[in-house]
């Protein structure tokens, strides 16, 4: 099946500084989708991105898709202790029902107050 | 948006018996969907249930194993059915709305 490769898979920054992480994948994505899960939570979404070369931002999040269609990043400033968590990056490939969701293995993160 | 429910929350189970899952959205939907999460691991779609018609299952999931239900248009159930530890997941309710997919808080399980 579709696989989405999400980097890294784990980081550890201190509070304030500012985050980065990506997605890419070998096929055509059609949307873009970011989501947040904390402990013991399900995942909620932050962002949704449905063109190539969106840029949207939530807050303190932004997040682009990839002009080729096959990745998108995800950026945080700014960073406080309640954006611990795992971060996802899901999309349904093209061909597959828009309904259908690849997620990638997720970003944790931790930040140091 | 949407708010979904899953009962139980979490639950202990001893292996060969079966659980089932509850979930409530506050709104019609056509589509739900089941996803498992194993521990430390990303989400893998389960199955797709329709309202009126028998679920889909994913490659690598069957019906005897995780029967699903779907009676009506806001609700629907998900057994894991003979369980054993390697069954020891999150399994989380999802739906879709205009593209955006929205999650329960999931159901903890684990076997014993």
């Known amino acids: 099946g579709q696989q989405l490769n999400q980097s890294p898979q784990s980081m550890f920054i201190q509070e304030g500084e500012d985050v980065s992480m990506n997605c890419t994948s070998s096929s055509i994505f059609n949307t873009w989708l970011w989501y947040k899960q904390d402990p013991g939570e399900g995942p909620v979404l932050l962002i949704a991105l449905y063109k190539a070369g969106e840029l949207t931002s939530n807050g303190r999040l932004t997040a682009q898709f990839g002009i080729t269609r096959k990745d998108s990043f995800l950026n945080i400033s700014a960073s406080i202790p309640s954006d611990v968590g795992i971060y996802f990056c899901?999309?349904?490939?093209?061909?597959?029902?828009?309904?259908?969701?690849?997620f990638g293995k997720g970003t944790k993160l931790s930040v140091i107050p | 948006s949407a708010v979904i429910s899953q009962k139980p929350s979490r639950d202990i189970c001893q292996r060969g018996t079966s659980l089932t899952i509850q979930c409530q959205v506050d709104s019609q939907v056509t589509m739900m969907f089941w996803y498992r999460q194993q521990p430390g691991q990303s989400l893998t779609l389960i199955a797709t249930?329709?309202?009126?018609?028998?679920?889909?299952?994913e490659s690598g999931f069957v019906i005897d194993k995780f029967p699903i239900s779907r009676p009506n248009l806001t609700f629907s159930t998900l057994t894991v059915s003979n369980m054993s530890p390697e069954d020891s997941s999150i399994y989380l309710c999802s739906v879709s709305l205009n593209t955006e997919a929205f999650f329960g808080q999931g159901t903890r399980l684990t076997v014993v």
């Open positions: 249930a329709n309202q009126g018609s028998e679920a889909t299952y």
């Open positions: 899901a999309g349904p490939p093209s061909g597959a029902g828009s309904y259908q969701l690849t």
